[in-house]
């Protein structure tokens, strides 16, 4: 089984840039335990969430972005929609009676969903969690993606802080967390207007990359797809969507 945990930044519509991202494990046991660890480390026990990028969060966030890089066991790969290809009118007067930006997020979780290949992870299928949201479209986005994807056999909403009963996040709250901390970093970077890095979880990400602040412009705002450390063995995957 392939497990993708899901989470979007910024809205369909409204931003220049909307993003959704899944970050990909066959086994999220062994990650949950660390992010667990982590807290214990550095008592931190609310929310990891890119829009709080407080001092409180700073080091725990700053870890788990190394954590991704140096597992083998993650992948992530996110969509990245450009208002300059991409306009939310085209989902007006839809038969699902859901607003347009609702619809969008939809789509392009169900485009996003199906990109991901779960053969080329040595499995046959996908369970997906993504975070809970309060969108009119919510109720049908389940079985939106289910239908248009055969290898899907789970796709819930959780929420990402949703509380076990010893008192701690649920495991998969803990993993959609991380996802919304890669997922806001990158749509992020992709939103850049310059090549000056401010953010010191896009720098950390950066650093990781082994891309220098010069290379941001080049790279991020180029609006091309982009595969680290190669097409072909992608551990980050931005896919820059453009209509085809």
Same mark, same amino acid.
């Given at each position: #089984? ?25 086994? +999220? ?27 409180? /969060? ?25 208002? &300059?290809? =991409? ?11 859901? &607003? ?7 789509? !392009? ?13 040595? @499995? ?10 309060? /969108? ?19 796709? @819930? /909403? ?7 009963? +010893?008192?701690? =996040?649920?495991?998969?709250?803990? #993993?959609?967390? =991380? ?32 891309? &220098?602040?010069? @290379? ?13 450390? !190669? =097409? ?13």
């Amino acid at each position: #089984m392939l497990y993708l945990f899901g989470d979007e930044s910024r809205n369909p519509g409204t931003d220049n840039t909307f993003c959704i991202g899944f970050l990909i494990t066959k086994d +999220s046991k062994p990650h949950i335990q660390k992010i667990r660890e982590l807290r214990e480390k550095y008592n931190y026990y609310n929310e990891i969430k890119y829009s709080n990028g407080n001092y409180s /969060q700073l080091l725990i966030a700053i870890d788990l972005i190394d954590y991704f890089f140096n597992s083998s066991g993650l992948n992530f790969k996110i969509i990245v929609k450009d208002k &300059k290809y =991409f306009d939310v009118s085209f989902y007006n007067n839809n038969r699902y009676g859901a &607003k347009p930006e609702d619809l969008a997020y939809v789509c !392009s979780y169900k485009e996003l969903t199906k990109s991901i290949s779960p053969q080329k992870f040595g @499995e046959e299928e996908k369970f997906c969690l993504i975070d809970q949201k309060p /969108q009119t479209a919510s109720g049908i986005l389940t079985d939106f993606v289910i239908k248009n994807d055969s290898s899907v056999v789970v796709f @819930e /909403q959780k929420g990402s802080s949703d509380i076990a009963n +010893s008192g701690n =996040f649920e495991g998969y709250s803990e #993993m959609i967390q =991380f996802t919304d901390l890669i997922t806001g970093i990158i749509g992020g970077l992709c939103s850049e207007k310059s090549g000056k890095c401010q953010n010191v979880y896009k720098k950390r990400f950066l650093i990781n990359l082994g891309v &220098k602040e010069k @290379e941001l412009a080049s790279i991020y705002t180029a609006k091309k797809n982009f595969y680290y450390p !190669s =097409f072909a063995d992608a551990k980050v995957n931005v896919w820059y969507w453009k209509p085809q």
